[in-house]
């Protein structure tokens, strides 16, 4: 099947379909994707990052060190994933087609569209909490009834965004995200100079040590260090499919790693600093407890963050289900995420400390991705060396010119599953691999699991031939 999006409309093809994106309307800049992963990053989740070192018996220092280091590696890697959207013009689970199969890529996409529809409710959760301490500053105070009811409106603004499309979500990245940048500055300068918060820059920690020590540490970084980076793989070409090949590829890997850099670790760091004050994980209660009246007016303004990370959570999820075969109106599906999304945000509402719950979902995450992203680049970069049939892709099941399964792909995906877990250290006792509990709590999943399955894939798929019956395009 030859696909020519030039006759479709270019903003439907760009807005609700998983076609390639025309050349001629591929006009997000480097500026654009640096907004866009910077908006989904300033968002209160990110206080949290930093405050569960502290709750973890971290120093403030070794807090500190694991997310600048740990998000350096992570991000570093995810700006590999930017250019195979810029190269392509698909997304992110449509290429998992040339690796896993036309058929054998339902597993990833499944999976991504529960994890994006996961992170949607979360993060409105971390608005709830924010809104709700707002409420309680100016005298409104209200049970679960009202939290769910701001629930409700939330998740309606969000998912009317989302549905619009891509364009939108850049527009509104664009011109919001600078102003939330300078209230979160002048947020930081009140917080790190006021003698009201006091922020203990020399915070000691639980004075860990050894086995207890290099545990936590490895926690950390598996739930928001290297980890944090690793669940942003599966968005990345989504975004950078808009992207024309006349880009420079330095300047679009720079701008797009910075944008998930800088504003991840400077929360992260922002909420160990008044996490060093209230030897609090809850994000409402952190501003609250450092700001007092003040932070009214701000939270106003923050409460952007996690809107701008949902909008990105949603529109990858009716991708993801158009992946599926689903011949349902992404604007539908769009909704339909916003359902779900509602239902699990109450659920959290209900049940589960925060700090345990939130250090379970992270680390969780990687034990799918980590194994799915080595494979992904394994095969992009190592077997079909950035030569995709783009084309092939977009065969109905089927088609002898892409493989409906590709158990090379599938059975290392699984077993690197499988590793991660073993290797695992979670807050939650199910999160606790057996070879984890043997190095006595150190966690070493996302790597184990990513070099199971980078090592598995590439053993199996550079076996295969031609070239051009892996989905790879012929020479």
């Known amino acids: 099947m030859s696909i020519n999006a030039d006759e479709l409309d270019v903003t439907e093809a760009a807005e609700h379909t998983l076609i390639p994106i025309p050349e001629h309307a591929r006009t997000s800049t480097v500026a654009h994707q640096f907004w866009i992963w910077t908006g989904a990053n300033i968002a209160p989740i990110n206080w949290v990052l930093g405050a569960l070192g502290i709750f973890l018996g971290l120093s403030l220092w070794q807090t500190i060190g694991v997310l600048v280091i740990g998000n350096l590696i992570g991000m570093s890697i995810f700006g590999f994933f930017v250019l195979m959207g810029q190269q392509t013009a698909v997304s992110q689970m449509v290429l998992s087609r040339a690796a896993f199969g036309r058929r054998g890529a339902y597993l990833p996409a499944l999976m991504q569209g529960l994890l994006a529809v996961g992170w949607c409710a979360i993060n409105t959760w971390i608005i709830l909490d924010l809104v709700i301490a707002l409420f309680d500053k100016i005298g409104i105070h209200g049970g ?45 300068i009140v917080a790190w100079t006021s003698d009201q918060t006091n922020v203990d820059w ?8 050894g086995q207890a020590l290099w545990s936590s540490l490895t926690t950390l970084m598996t739930a928001i260090g290297i980890g944090w980076g690793i669940t942003w793989f599966a968005y990345a070409s989504d975004y950078s499919r808009f992207v024309s090949r006349s880009v420079s590829r330095r300047k679009l890997y720079l701008g797009s790693v910075l944008g998930q850099f800088l504003p991840t670790v400077w929360l992260g760091i922002f909420g160990a600093t008044l996490a060093t004050v209230s030897q609090e994980v809850d994000p409402g209660q952190l501003v609250v407890n450092a700001f007092g009246g003040l932070a009214i007016p701000v939270l106003l303004l923050v409460i952007h ?125 199910y999160l606790q691999g057996p070879f984890a509990k043997s190095l006595g709590g150190i966690d070493l999943s996302w790597l184990a699991g990513a070099v199971v399955a980078g090592v598995l894939s590439y053993v199996a798929l550079s076996r295969r031939a031609p070239a051009s019956e892996v989905g790879v395009e012929p020479a």
Not at 372 to 399: C, H, K, N, T
Request: proline share 5%; glycine share 10%.
């Open 144 to 188: 679960n009834g009202l939290k769910i009811g701001v629930v409700i409106v939330i998740m309606a603004i969000q998912v009317w965004l989302a549905a619009i499309g891509f364009r939108a979500i850049a527009r509104f990245e664009r011109w919001t995200v600078p102003v939330t940048i300078v209230v979160l500055l002048a947020m930081t």
């Open 202 to 209: 020399g915070y000691a920690g639980a004075g860990l040590h």
């Open 305 to 429: 963050g996690p809107i701008a990370t949902n909008v990105l959570n949603i529109y990858s999820c009716g991708l993801c289900a158009q992946t599926l075969d689903w011949n349902v109106d992404r604007r539908k599906l769009s909704y339909g995420v916003g359902v779900l999304a509602t239902l699990f945000t109450i659920y959290l509402i209900l049940n589960g400390d925060f700090a345990s719950n939130l250090d379970g979902w992270l680390a969780g995450l990687v034990t799918w991705v980590a194994p799915w992203g080595a494979i992904m680049l394994v095969y992009y970069y190592a077997i079909a060396r950035q030569q995709i049939d783009v084309d092939a892709l977009f065969e109905p099941p089927g088609s002898p010119k892409v493989p409906d399964i590709v158990w090379g792909a599938i059975i290392p995906f699984v077993l690197g599953m499988v590793a991660t877990w073993s290797f695992e250290y979670g807050i939650p006792s």
